[in-house]
């Protein structure tokens, strides 16, 4: 069965039709679904969601984009959930530099990720990160931590190139890889995905979105995820179905399920 290791169920574009989507999943192929919390909003609503759904996990994290609403009593709120025994991992959690230009944004991110990064070591639980053109600044601040010891961690929807990625594998990480590596123009991703061991590599969407070739521009979920499968099988000269499997294990492996 499929694992998809991040998707935002709990986002509004899924009000409409949420019970009947993830009623469907398991019928759909896919097995397990991280739900990945992105906004301080979204602490309960993930929370309800791996409550309801017994093949939906959770990631509890504040994204950079929120980073000026995390206060003490929200790294709290984060704490408290991660010990729910279906809270699997801290995230997404990073830098976003495309969106936000200013230094003083820049510091207050890098305050907030490595508060979360903290937490995560407290709880004994890996890393979800989400990275945007702030390639230097995220590989110094992963490997303080991985140095100092840390519980293993995904870089998700992995946009850099394969030098950044060696980075990455070498401190025993993995990279997510979504419906990006369906596009045409994804050269750069698709020569990442060839060169990175298959051991390394976890399936997720980012649902709502990022949808894969031929449903680019349209709304994503975990459904989509044969199409990921099937691009990193030619890639790889493998069967999408080796890829299922091993990315299954992988994701398990990490999370500990
Ligand atoms: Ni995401």
């Keep these: 069965m499929i694992f998809e290791t991040h998707a935002h169920y709990d986002d509004e574009a899924f009000d409409s039709d949420r019970e009947a989507l993830l009623s469907s999943m398991e019928s759909g192929g896919i097995g397990a679904i991280v739900n990945v919390c992105a ?26 984009d929120d980073a000026p609403l995390v206060t003490d009593a929200v790294l ?15 995230g997404e959690i990073g830098l976003d530099y495309y969106w936000h230009k200013e230094e003083e944004e820049h510091l207050l ?24 053109e702030a390639a230097r600044d995220t ?15 995904i870089l ?11 980075e990455y594998l070498n401190m025993g990480l993995y990279l997510g890889i979504g419906g ?7 050269r750069k991703l698709k020569e990442v995905v060839e060169y990175a061991p298959l051991s390394q590599l976890v399936l997720e969407t980012d649902s709502p ?24 099988a030619r890639i790889k000269g493998i069967t999408p179905e080796e890829v299922i499997s091993r990315t299954e294990e992988n994701a398990r492996k990490l999370l500990g399920l």
């Design 39 to 64: 906004s301080v909003d979204g602490l309960d609503r993930t929370a309800a969601l791996m409550e309801k759904y017994p093949f939906i996990y959770g990631a509890i994290g504040i994204h950079p």
């Design 76 to 90: 709290d709120k984060i704490r408290s959930l991660l010990t729910h025994e279906k809270a699997v991992a801290v």
């Design 139 to 153: 590989l110094a601040i992963v490997k303080e931590y991985v140095q100092g010891g840390m519980y293993g961690g």
């Design 180 to 186: 990006v590596v369906t596009f045409k123009n994804a």
């Design 109 to 132: 991110q890098q305050n907030v990720f490595r508060a979360q990064m903290d937490i995560a070591r407290e709880e004994k639980l890996p890393f979800m990160i989400h990275s945007r």
């Design 156 to 166: 998700h929807c992995f946009s850099y190139g394969r030098e950044m990625a060696e």
């Design 209 to 232: 979105y990022l949808a894969p070739e031929p449903y680019r521009g349209k709304r994503n979920s975990s459904q989509n995820l044969p199409y990921v499968a099937e691009a990193i």
